[in-house]
Structure formats: structure tokens, C-alpha cells
């Protein structure tokens, strides 16, 4: 199963800060394992351990079409002997070929990786949490264990307090991109009482704040909502330049849906002097950059740059 361990921190050094007295570090989870990277190495390790102990052979989860989540769980399958299953938002692509299906990066992956397919439609996925609907599942493919879509439940939020370290301490701020709100109750669960948590959906709204709560009783934390740049999924030219430029005079890589948004909202809020002098930032990768290549396939349909 997968092991606790910690991932190396990078000082960054990018240009449209460089007058800002605050010192900005980047935690790397991004590198924490091939396919199994980032958050999602956190919010499945205790999954996949109680999976095991209840002796599931076969894991079944959601996500959309382009789903790091997806991508992460085939892999994490095919690694530790587990079949899986993913119920994929969108019935139309049931209708698709398998050699159209494999035009998409992230389903071509899970394939490689053993994942069976259930395409349901959006009306039927927003049931995904109901009873009714995953006894449906039950019946149609018989016993496995189940993990949420996103990956967060209480065990994944146990995994994600493990982002942190002691060394860690020392960090003034610490800011995460937020999905469903996992990653970020862990991070809060793991910080110390002096620090400051921010958290930077992909998605509008406010629910999120609800979300968090369930798993914290902290409240060293907030969510900033000026940074999604219009919803999960959507990107513009401002972002892709600053995603390009930021791996061009760092050589971190920035995925456009999680981290580059989060990014983007950091280095702006320094440049309007959000943070006081001297404080030092901690930014947490949470990796997702196998989302790259379907986001270039969409942007170069309309036209647009593409993430380098």
C-alpha cells in the first residue's frame, strides 16, 4: 500500500514578485509518484487500506471524463491488485468508439490501467451520493468498496493531514487549491495554531465552506472565491500566459484546473500586498498535471495557446 512519506520543498523565485518582501516556498506532492500523484496519493492511501481490510477486490468511483481522481484510482488498481470501475459523467460518450474514447488522454490512461467504464447521464450522476443509486451499482456489479467522487471521505482527509510536517511549522501561510474540500480539512487538521490556511476552488460558490466543516474544528482558515476564473474547467488566455511563464522561469509545471488557478490568486494577492512583509508562504502542488494534455486538446479547438 502506499507508504507515509513527505515531499521536497522549493523556494520560488518569480519575476512579478521579486520586489515583495514575503518569501514563497512550494511544497512538490505533485512528485510524490508517477500516476499517483499529489492529493490523490493522500486522499487514497487509507481507501485502499481499508478497502483492503475488508477484503474488497474491486474499487468503484466518479468523475467526469477528464478526472485526475479517474486517472489516479486506475492506476493506484492496477499497482495493488484491485479491479475498478468508474462511473464517468456523460452517457453520451457511451455512443463513442473505443478508438474515439482513446482521443481522450485521461480515459485512454484509466483503460491502460484496467478500469471498466459505466457511462451514466448528468441528471443520473447528480444521484451519485443517493441510496437508492449505488445499490443500483451494487446490483449491477456486485460487491466493491466505494470511494466518493474527488476521493474525499473521512479517510482521505486523514491521509491529507500527512501533507504536512513538522518542518512545516515554520511557514507563516499555507494556501491549497480546493476540488471537494478533502485536501484542504486535512491541511487545516495538520496546521499549527499560529499559521493561516487559504483555501482557491476551481468551482463557483460557497458551498465549500460547508464542505470543510464536517472534518475541522479549526478556524486559522478561509476560502478565497476570486480565483476560479469562471468554474471548474475554465480557463482563460491570462491564465494559460501566467501557467506558461511561471514553469518557464521556475520549471514547475502548473496544471490549469487546480494549482494554476490557486498559483495565479497567490501572486496576485502579494502583488496587491495582501501579505504582510516578511511572511513566508507555503503553497501546496497538488498535482493534476495529467489534466494537461485533454485541456490543450479543448484549447486548441477554440483556438486558444496551450499550456507548454
Known sequence: MLKKCSSRVDEVFFSEIKDK???????????????ISGNKFRKLKY??????????????????AYSNHIAATAAAGKEFGFQTIGVIRGDE???????????NPTLKFAASQG????????????????????????TEFGSFYLVPEGGTNALAVKGCEEILTEDDSKYDVICAAMGTGGTLSGIINAS??????????????????????????????????????????????????????????????LDPIYTGKMLFGVMDLIKNDYFAEGTDILLIHTGGLQGIEGMNQLLIKKKLPIIQ
Open 115 to 138: 478500469m471498466k467504464f459505466h457511462f451514466v447521464s448528468r441528471s443520473a450522476y447528480r444521484l451519485k451520493t443517493e441510496a437508492s443509486f449505488i445499490q443500483d451499482l451494487r
Open 47 to 64: 481507501n485502499l487500506r481499508q478497502a483492503q481490510k475488508e477484503h474488497h477486490d474491486v474499487l468503484l468511483t466518479f468523475g467526469g
Open 192 to 253: 499549527k495554531s499560529h499559521q493561516k490556511v487559504l483555501g482557491f476552488p476551481s468551482l463557483k460558490g460557497d458551498f465549500l465552506n460547508n464542505e470543510v466543516q464536517q472534518f475541522v474544528t479549526k478556524e486559522n482558515w478561509e476560502i478565497n472565491l476570486d480565483y476560479s476564473f469562471g468554474g471548474y474547467g475554465k480557463v482563460t488566455e491570462t491564465l494559460i500566459h501566467f501557467i506558461n511563464q511561471f514553469k518557464k522561469e521556475t520549471g514547475i509545471p
Open 21 to 35: 518582501k514575503v518569501a514563497v516556498f512550494i511544497k512538490r506532492e505533485d512528485a510524490l509518484h508517477p500516476f
Open 93 to 103: 460518450l457511451a455512443r463513442k468508439s473505443v478508438e474515439e474514447l482513446h482521443k
